[in-house]
């Protein structure tokens, strides 16, 4: 038999066509002037406190609002939603990853000039979102200290098309015996340069550094572009 599998080709065209949609909604989110940071991790790492806090502080002066995936449940947008930003609970039902689609059908009535930023909190997964655009200008991957320090090297396309890193629960790496130097140089191995965050949300550790980092992407004029390559297909 010869040429393309079918169901390769299938997959192709699939994420062919998300890539097309995520291409639009970039363009719309810089035409509406709001930064899209999404979020990335092993489910339980720690994604939906941090966000809650990151909406809580970043609210104090400025416009965020939130997008957040899970298979099932609302417990999430819930907690979320305590921050008093607007947010938006998308269920994927048995798909472990959000598609460019579900964000542009949950972005419905939402009037993207009125944000400054819109964060979207993906299903817990470090390996069926990693080649999903969503038209995201920043992707953030979440590692917790008690899952271990080789994770990157084990998950290295979720690590590799992420353009920051936030170590989550660093108030409980000494009772897991997390050894930091290890976690940092094998991030920094499969994306050299990234930027690394330490984060607690028990403490508060770490956050003034995130919020001036995420503060300096929304300064920064975005290119509003084809932006950068996650799928892998
Ligand atoms: N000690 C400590 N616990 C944390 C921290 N951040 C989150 N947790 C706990 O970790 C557990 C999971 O946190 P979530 O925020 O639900 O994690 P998640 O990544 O959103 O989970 P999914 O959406 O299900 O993938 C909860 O019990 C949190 O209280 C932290 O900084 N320190
Ligand atoms: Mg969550």
């Not at 970039?26 to 909406?55: C, D, Y």
């Not at 069926?128 to 920043?138: F, I, Q």
């Not at 930091?180 to 930027?195: D, F, H, M, T, Y």
């Not at 300096?216 to 975005?222: C, D, I, K, N």
Request: aromatic fraction near 6%.
């Amino acid at each position: 038999m010869t040429g393309t599998p079918r169901i390769l080709e299938v997959r192709r065209n699939i994420l062919k066509r998300n890539d097309e949609i995520a291409r639009s909604l970039r363009e719309r989110f810089h035409k509406a002037g709001v930064l899209v940071i999404g979020l990335v991790s092993s489910p339980g790492s720690g994604k939906t406190a941090f966000l809650e806090k990151t909406l809580t502080l970043l609210g104090r002066h400025a416009r965020p609002a939130a997008l957040v995936g899970d298979l099932a449940t609302s417990n999430d947008a819930i907690r979320l939603a305590r921050s008093q930003a607007p947010v938006r609970q998308i269920n994927s039902g048995t798909l472990c990853l959000l598609e460019a689609a579900m964000i542009e059908e949950a972005l419905n009535g939402w009037e993207l000039p009125q944000l400054d930023y819109l964060f979207i909190e993906n299903v817990g997964n470090l390996v069926c979102p990693a080649s999903w655009d969503l038209g995201e200008e920043v992707r953030a991957v979440l590692l917790s200290v008690t899952e271990g320090e080789d994770k990157p090297l084990k998950y290295p396309t979720i690590f590799n098309t992420s353009d920051v890193a936030v170590i989550t629960k660093i108030d409980l790496a000494e009772a897991v015996e997390f050894d930091r130097e290890a976690a940092r140089s094998n991030v920094q191995k499969l994306r050299p340069g990234i930027p690394i965050f330490e984060v607690s949300t028990k403490t508060g550790q770490g956050f003034d550094s995130w919020l001036s980092f995420v503060a300096g992407r929304a300064s920064r004029p975005s290119a509003g572009g084809p932006g950068p390559i996650r799928s892998a297909g």
